[in-house]
Structure formats: C-alpha cells, structure tokens
C-alpha cells in the first residue's frame, strides 16, 4: 500500500494474548510491516495472564520493529496486579504504552496523535450501570468514567494533523454483535465515545476486548469504530489510511 504525502498508514491489533506457547507467531508477519503501515497499534490484551514472563513475550514479539509501536493495556494485563511491570517490560523493549495519556508522531509532513486508555466496561444507551447503591457498584461505575473523562482530556489536548482514539472496551455497541447481549456492559461504555465525540476531529477509533464482536460501527458523532480483536480481524494486523482533519474555521 502506497503512502501519499497526505496520509497516514495504521496498523492495528488486539488481544493477541501471547504467552511462550504462541511466542512467534506474529513475528514473521511483522517482518515488512515497514512497507505496509507508518505505525502499530496494539488495543490491549497483549498476554494471557499479565505476567511479567508473558509481557517479555510481547516485547520479544513487537520489539525492535520498523515502526513505533503505540500500546495500551487490557484487561488481561491486569490479571496479575503486575500492569506497572507489564507496562515498564514493554517501553524498555521500545513499545510506547498509553493510560489516560497521549503521544504525538511524526509522519511526513503530518503530525499523528494518538490517545489511549484501557477503558473500562458499564454498558451503553438504555442499559447502563450508575453510581448507585452499593460501594462497589459505585466504585465499578466510578472507575470507568474517570478513565474515559481523563481519556478525553488526554485525546483533546493532542496537537495534531490527525488524532486517533486507542481503547481495550468498546466506545460503541455496534462492535459487539455477535457477544452475548448480556454482557455487553462488560465489554464496553458508551462513556468511551462520549470522549471521542467531544474532542476535535477524532479521526478513527480503534479497541478490542470483544473476540466475538464485529470489526465496523461509528459513534454517534460519527468517528469510525474499528474492533481489532485478532479473532475478529483473523490476521496479524488490519490496515487503516487516513487523512488530516481540518477544523473548522
Ligand atoms: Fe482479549
Ligand atoms: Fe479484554
């Protein structure tokens, strides 16, 4: 895939899952992602179990590639209690890992934002949890509006040509058709895409977490939701080209 002077090329993939029973299985496909992409984003889930030996797989697997590999965690990665080690396992091998926080990439003449967060479930339209009732149910309603509130701070104050949303949960339902309804509010909030919604000309929205959703939805402002959960997309990566957003006068 060509990559005009106006564009940029990303990459994307979640819930690989790796652990050292399917080290390697992404590398060789990594190997010309050079010539197909500007940049990787992995939505989350990196390992089974959120072990530091596991998350030493991921960084053998995505290390040391020809272009930034832009990471956020899932929840997966948190199953250990070891996500600050996970975390800290993956820059050392080169990765640049988001929670609630944004980074800015040169691509040609464009400057690429990228902003992400782990997210967090509570469901969507009509079907949501509140902070009501008993402590944990405000503590699990609680935690996924924070992230998404400083989610959004974060994806707002991007200076960028083209600004991009990288979440584990889902903004948008549409993502998960084919999960059992009843877990929707687990798999994502439409507090996610209320963040995107309100920052500035979000050009593309990536997540995973529903291996059995689908790929293609759109918030309700109108940004492309991309589900890249590797049992949805069945390859090593998918590729979205985008163009730079202008703002309106
Ligand atoms: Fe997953
Ligand atoms: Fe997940």
């Given at each position: 895939m060509s990559n005009p002077d106006d564009c940029v090329r990303v990459a994307a993939v979640g819930d690989v899952h790796l652990d050292a029973d399917v080290l390697g299985r992404y590398r060789p496909a990594l190997e010309h992602l050079g010539d197909k992409a500007d940049m990787l984003l992995l939505a989350g889930d990196l390992t089974r179990h959120g072990t530091p030996e596991?998350?030493?797989c991921v960084a053998q697997e995505f290390?040391?590639?020809a272009v930034p590999v832009i990471a956020i965690l899932g929840n997966h990665d948190y199953h250990s209690d070891q996500q600050d080690e996970v975390a800290k396992i993956l820059e050392d091998a080169g990765l640049i890992v988001l929670e609630c926080s944004g980074t800015?990439?040169?691509c040609g003449p464009l400057r690429?934002?990228?902003a992400g967060t782990k997210g967090f479930g509570g469901g969507f339209a009509g079907a949501c949890a509140s902070e009501f009732g008993e402590p944990e149910m405000k503590a699990f309603t609680h935690h996924g509006r924070e992230l998404a509130e400083r989610f959004g701070l974060a994806l707002a104050a991007l200076e960028c040509d083209v600004r991009i949303a990288l979440t584990h949960y889902s903004p948008v339902p549409e993502t998960l058709l084919g999960e059992p309804l009843e877990i929707y509010p687990f798999l994502g909030s439409y507090q996610l895409a209320q963040a995107i919604d309100g920052a500035p000309g979000v050009g593309l929205a990536v997540h995973g977490h529903a291996h059995a959703g689908s790929e293609r939805g759109t918030t309700p402002g109108g940004v492309p939701v991309r589900n890249v959960a590797h049992p949805v997309i069945r390859q090593a990566y998918n590729v979205y080209q985008l163009s730079?957003?202008?703002a309106p006068a």
């Open positions: 596991e998350a030493r290390g040391g590639l800015v990439l040169g690429v934002g990228v730079a957003v202008l």
